[in-house]
């Protein structure tokens, strides 16, 4: 339920565990009642695939603020690399996106997005 990139700042075990736990509840709750919601308006496939599209722009917008982290901070060799790293890997991410948004977009039916 939680993003890791969330996460990993809860840096005491025993609170990582508490969130995961709670995700967890949220989660199996939401797909215990979600059959008395209504429908989406679209196949479950292509919702899923929105979300996933929704999710990758998360990541790739997270994977360039680690990027940026060189032009803010002195890092050492390794986190240099990693920062240069990040930089590529978000611009893929966000290649992946956009093929996903092309194939959903704009949502089948309706004249724009059923979602924000």
Excluded: N
Excluded at 57 to 84: M, N, Q, Y
């Amino acid at each position: 339920m939680f993003r890791f990139s969330f996460l990993f700042w809860f840096t005491r075990p025993e609170d990582r565990a508490t969130l995961e736990a709670l995700g967890r509840l949220f989660y199996d709750m939401t797909l215990e009642t979600c059959g008395t919601w209504l429908a989406l308006p679209e196949s479950t496939t292509s919702a899923e695939m929105r979300a996933a599209a929704y999710d990758l722009r998360h990541i790739e917008s997270f994977l360039w603020s680690v990027a940026l982290e060189r032009t803010h901070a002195s890092l050492g060799v390794e986190d240099e690399r990693l920062s240069i790293m990040a930089a590529e890997w978000s611009g893929m991410v966000g290649r992946v996106a956009k093929g996903i948004e092309g194939a959903v977009w704009p949502l089948q039916g309706t004249s724009g997005s059923y979602y924000p």
